[in-house]
């Protein structure tokens, strides 16, 4: 058992099983519910499924993987959100894109195929229930399981576009548009975040980001408070966007 916990990164996920028992790790429900990619499968590998898997809870702001790790195995994201991190060499970070439930993680996924170490590191935003699934198994499904090996690679796809997207939105547009565009698609009109939490999630330093934002409050586009940014004027904000 200790062996198996050794999937992910455990000097940076604190394990605590056993899992409450809405998450019982002999009933794959949860996790066919999350992920229906992975039922339909023959007896040997739904076997082999739950005999591997291995239940994880981390709390919020848990480090789920670190830059170097070695990834031994496949998140499959049950309950909670992650933030995949990536830092620069002047020590700055930038958010590739967050995992929610019923996701995994094409970091991982990319680490696995090719078997490498982690580029970036993940981090717990809320509290999070995972099942992870050692290499030999992950391995195993992509060669057996159509389902699933479909699953992987439209992910992959979808989230490479979604970088690609954010990488044109770094090179060709203004951190204050990407700043009001950001604003204009929340749906409560405001965003609970830290000006360095931001400048993570836009890819900018926490300077360029304050700065911005001072120009956006000066102009009565937005209004300002700790750890709060809210909209002030939405056409004024529509214009900068």
Sequence with gaps: MEAHRQILATRHLPFTPPMPHTLDMNDLSSLHAAFPALQGMGAPLRDRLTQRLQWVRAP?????????????????????????????????EIELYRILPGESCIVSTSCLLGEAH???RGQALTDV?????????????????PP??????????????????RVEDVAFRSLTRRIAALLLASPDGFLEATHERLAAQIGASREAVSRALKKLEVTGCV???????AIADRAKLLAEA
């Design 118 to 120: 982690y580029p970036a």
């Design 223 to 229: 209004g300002l408070a700790r750890g709060r940014i």
């Design 60 to 92: 919020r702001g848990a480090e789920i993987f670190a830059a170097g790790d070695r990834c031994r195995g496949f998140p499959l994201l049950i309950a909670g959100e992650i933030q995949v991190m990536r830092s620069t060499p002047d020590g700055h």
């Design 129 to 145: 229930v995972l099942a992870a699934m050692p290499h030999d198994l992950f391995d195993a499904l992509i060669t057996a399981h």
């Design 148 to 165: 699933f090996r479909r699953y992987v690679f439209a992910l992959f796809a979808e989230r490479l576009a979604r970088m690609m997207q």
